[in-house]
């Protein structure tokens, strides 16, 4: 995660231009974890609302292009992500203003009702099209790890967000928000089922009732085995580059669990 920049430190130029767009600020509170830009803060207003707010410098390519791809697909996705109200460069700053959506995460915990919520949104995410929206292939982030023919079956039309850890996704209101898109890639219907199945596991499930929670999804039962296979190596192996061979083996684990499933 980037270094934060504390709201009080921005340019008085950006302040006010999102004191412009949200109203007189009576108080702020930093944004502390699981999102990927410099800024991130709750501004609380005079007339009692609350609004998001999130930024990355103007010369921050790959952050300015994440936060573009979340623009992009709160066009497509709504009832799924929590709404851009507004966006704009000034000030050197590329800044985002979100409807607030609370700041709790959800509890992944066997038991836990966040898992049905997270169900339901993920269901309504299935019908998702990146069709249109400047977001790469799933397949792109795999290159060096699969062959041309590995990288042909993640090929997909589905929108996906790819990083549904429970930074992610926040409930609010009796609903799951799927919140922070700057990873937001095109793909299989089944690889955000097939990542948040491993989540279930990371927060204690065992292997089968995680596997069990994602053949409630149709894409997940329909799913291509060969490209479920391409997915967990391509995963594994990515991993094992990141944080070296020993570090891997928990997550992967995990991965690789999702081969019982389609190869049953």
Known sequence: MNSRTDWADLPAPVRAQAVAEVGPVVDWEPVGSGLNCRLAVHLYTEDGSCRFVKGVPEDDAHGVAGQGREVAVSRVAAGVVAPVLWSRLCGGWDLLVFQCVGDQHVD????????????????????????????????????????????????????????????????????????????????????????????????????????????????????????VAAFVSASCRQWEAMVGPVDCRPS?????????????
Not at 252 to 264: C, G, I, K, Q, S
């Open 252 to 264: 992967n684990r995990r991965f690789e669990a999702l081969l019982t499933a389609v190869h049953a």
């Open 108 to 227: 992944l915990t066997a038991g836990s009702r966040d898992v049905d919520l997270v169900a339901e949104t993920l269901h309504r995410a299935q019908g998702l099209k990146a069709t249109g929206l400047a977001v790469p292939r799933l397949a792109e982030r795999f290159e060096g790890f699969l062959d041309e023919d590995g990288l042909r079956l993640l090929d997909g039309e589905a929108l996906l967000h790819t990083d549904t850890n429970p930074h992610n996704m926040i409930p609010y209101l009796s609903q799951v928000y799927l919140v922070d898109w700057a990873m937001a890639a095109s793909g299989p219907a089944w690889v955000d089922v097939a990542y948040t199945a491993v989540r279930l596991m990371e927060a204690g499930w065992p292997a089968a009732g995680a596997l069990e929670w994602a053949a409630g999804f149709r894409s997940w039962r329909e799913a291509d085995p060969r490209a």
